[in-house]
Every structure is written in structure tokens, then in C-alpha cells.
């Protein structure tokens, strides 16, 4: 058998080999997660509105909200909310990057905001997401630990 066809026969079968979310749902949580940033960043909701009643949200790090939280209301209320109650205006995000492979979506991103004390709170974010029809049921999140303890304090 010539090499061409060795090649070919392999990259047939390799393909065939392919778990069927390896593309099209990639494509469809990336740009799921994408819009979610934009709508955020234009002040019109944004990614939490994704996030499933039972998703399972873990902060990485050593910071006052670092840890894990089990449902939506848990992580809104106990990490989200302390941190928003220290800021006179909204977190914007400006997107890095955003990698998916299947029902996984890892969004690189930076923060900014202005603190209650007129300081800048300026923060990069590394999202490691989970999806299942269309709703995040899964997070882990790494951020600067420090730069968000010195905005709690």
C-alpha cells in the first residue's frame, strides 16, 4: 500500500474517532459564552444570567471569597455581592481569549472598575467552564487573589 493511502486511511479513521460534540457544540459554547461578555461589557446582562441554579462555582486562591460554591444563590450572594458592594461601578470585561472543546469553555479576560474608594480595581480572570445545554453548570475561576484582597480590605 502506498503512503498516500496509509495517510489517508488514518486520517479517516481518526476523524471517524472523534467524540461528536468535538466541533459543533465547541462552536456553539464559545459563541454562547462570546455574546455573554459582549452583553456584559455593553451593560445588558452578561454571563451570570448563564449560569445553572445548581452550578457548581469554585474560586480559586486564597481571598475572602476563594472556595466553593454549590448553587447559583450561593455563589451570587457570598462571592459576587461582596465584591460589588465594594465597587461604584460595574466590573467591565475585555476578553482575551476564549477556547472551547466540546461542553468545555475557558474564557481569559480582564476586569475593570472603579472601587467605592475612587481607586481602580483592575483584576485577569482565567474561567474554566463547563456547559450543558446551553447553561453553566460548572466554573472554575483564577484571578489575582491578591489585587481582589486589597479591594476587600
Not at 445588558?44 to 471569597?65: K, M
Request: proline share 4%; aromatic share 10%; with cysteine.
Amino acid at each position: 500500500m502506498n503512503m498516500h493511502k496509509v495517510a489517508a486511511a488514518l486520517l479517516l479513521s481518526a476523524s471517524i474517532c472523534l467524540p461528536s460534540w468535538a466541533s459543533d457544540d465547541a462552536e456553539a459554547n464559545s459563541a454562547l459564552i462570546q455574546k455573554a461578555f459582549d452583553d456584559w461589557r455593553a451593560g445588558q446582562g452578561g454571563i451570570f444570567q448563564l449560569l445553572a441554579d445548581d452550578a457548581v462555582w469554585v474560586v480559586a486562591g486564597n481571598s475572602p471569597v476563594s472556595g466553593t460554591y454549590r448553587t447559583r444563590e450561593a455563589f451570587m450572594e457570598d462571592a459576587v455581592k461582596p465584591i460589588t458592594d465594594k465597587l461604584a461601578t460595574p466590573i467591565v470585561p475585555t476578553v482575551r481569549q476564549i477556547v472551547a472543546q466540546g461542553p468545555h469553555v475557558v474564557a481569559f479576560w480582564d476586569g475593570q472598575a472603579t472601587a467605592k474608594d475612587g481607586s481602580r480595581y483592575e483584576n485577569s480572570y482565567s474561567w474554566h467552564m463547563q456547559l450543558e445545554n446551553g447553561r453553566i453548570t460548572q466554573v472554575t475561576a483564577f484571578l489575582d487573589t491578591w489585587r481582589l484582597v486589597e479591594l476587600m480590605n
